[in-house]
């Protein structure tokens, strides 16, 4: 009996296809990512506490102008994204798609806010005094892309969920809220420790504009 290889071959495919676990490999590459990351925004981070405490004069940021209020609007902004990628969460897990899509909306005009605010946060960095630049901008940079990648991100569940595909909003949400919650950590925890910003500082800053 002639047996049909290639549709035994297209099959046997099928049928190891069915076995790999693509929300696990996502979720995993996802994860191999933000610890590159990380890895690599350490290496500027601690950069730049080295020459601040070997040079404060030439290293330290003047809190003037523009810088004086941005760093605690980004704060916040950040703050308030992680809140919303919670909240979103709790929303899926109990399937309320209707107030999901809308924390959806919310939360993608948070992080346009925040990748604004973060771009003009790098622009600063960048066009300061040369020891400023070096020291700062690198994480600017880092953090700005991050803040890209997540309403890139955003954009995508959003076009899952006006199509009401529920089968992929289930697939890449979980994957998604990952590299939202790791962005807003990445950005306020980078600006502590380069000491552009002290917590009594924010939270004085909080009591005298909210």
Not at 108 to 124: C, E, K, S
Not at 181 to 189: D, H, K, L, P, Q
Request: hydrophobic share 55%.
């Amino acid at each position: 009996m002639a047996v049909d290889r290639a549709h035994l071959n297209h099959a046997h495919g099928a049928h190891e296809d069915e076995h790999i676990d693509h929300a696990g490999n996502a979720n995993l590459a996802v994860w191999l990512g933000m610890v590159a990351v990380t890895f690599t925004s350490a290496t500027f981070v601690a950069t730049n506490v080295y020459l601040k405490g070997w040079s404060p004069a030439n290293f330290d940021v003047p809190l003037t102008g523009l810088l004086h209020d941005l760093p605690y609007w980004v704060t916040l902004v950040l703050i308030l994204c992680g809140i919303s990628v919670f909240v979103s969460g709790s929303l899926f897990v109990r399937n309320r798609w209707r107030a999901f899509n809308a924390m959806l909306a919310l939360m993608t005009v948070l992080y346009v806010v925040a990748m604004i605010l973060q771009f003009r946060l790098m622009l600063w960095f960048a066009g300061q005094k040369p020891q400023l630049m070096t020291i700062y901008t690198p994480t600017a940079v880092i953090e700005f892309g991050l803040v890209v990648v997540c309403v890139a991100l955003l954009a995508g569940a959003g076009w899952y969920a006006s199509y009401g595909n529920k089968a992929k909003i289930n697939a890449f949400f979980p994957v998604a809220a990952n590299v939202w919650i790791y962005t807003a950590m990445f950005g306020i925890v980078v600006l502590l420790l380069e000491n552009v910003i002290t917590i009594g500082q924010f939270a004085a800053w909080c009591g005298q504009h909210i």
